[in-house]
Each structure stands twice: as structure tokens, then as C-alpha cells.
């Protein structure tokens, strides 16, 4: 199959990339805004399991953040929210993300920080 984007190798060595260079400058944004398009490629391909495009609608979420599109970010992760159990992590996830979009907050963060560090 021939998808637009980048191939899933190719995905995962942009995501290095940017976690080695953090969140300001220019090559940054490209990468993330590449990633992003990647992202709603494999989010959208419904032969790929639910968890999987799960995980890739919060880092997408994440990415919006980290790029600075604070509104864009909390409705992403406002309507990802509606569809998630309560007391799920990926709920837990998308209400520290939300913290963060309210504090304009666009740095790195572990999951640990959102989940405890008991958990």
C-alpha cells in the first residue's frame, strides 16, 4: 500500500529528532508539523488497532501543544476526553495534558508526571 507521509521508520526517527532537540527553533517545528501529518495519516487507517490510534491521537494532542496551538490542543484533547472512560490513563493523560495547554506550557514531559510516580 502507498501512503502519503512518512513511512513508520521514518516516523519514528523524526520522533527521536525532536525529543533530542526540544521544542523551540525552526527545525523543530518542521519536524513536528511533518509528524503531525504523518499522525493523521495513521490515526485515520482504520487497519491499524484501536490502542494504537489511540496513542497516536494523544501524541498528537501533545504535539499541538508542544508546537504552541494551545486552543487547537484543548479541543483536540476536550473531545478525545468524551470518548475515554473516566479512569482511564489515556483520560488521566489527557487532563494533564489540558493543565498544561491552560499554563501555555509547551515543554517536555514525562508520563510519569501525569500518571504519578506510584503508578
Do not use: W
Not at 98 to 115: M, P, W
Request: glycine share 6%; aromatic share 4%; proline share 2%.
Amino acid at each position: 500500500m502507498n501512503r502519503p507521509g512518512l513511512s513508520a521508520k521514518d516516523a519514528q526517527d523524526l520522533v527521536r529528532r525532536l525529543m533530542a532537540e526540544g521544542t523551540t527553533g525552526e527545525r523543530y517545528t518542521r519536524y513536528a508539523t511533518e509528524l503531525l501529518a504523518r499522525l493523521a495519516v495513521d490515526v485515520a487507517d482504520t487497519t491499524r488497532s484501536a490502542e494504537a490510534r489511540l496513542d497516536d491521537r494523544l501524541l498528537t494532542g501533545e504535539m499541538l501543544r508542544r508546537l504552541g496551538r494551545f486552543d487547537e490542543a484543548d479541543s483536540h484533547f476536550a473531545a478525545l476526553a468524551s470518548e475515554l472512560a473516566p479512569d482511564s490513563k489515556e483520560a488521566t493523560l489527557a487532563a494533564f495534558q489540558r493543565r498544561l495547554i491552560a499554563a501555555k506550557d509547551r515543554g517536555l514531559h514525562l508520563v510519569s508526571e501525569a500518571l504519578g510516580k506510584n503508578q
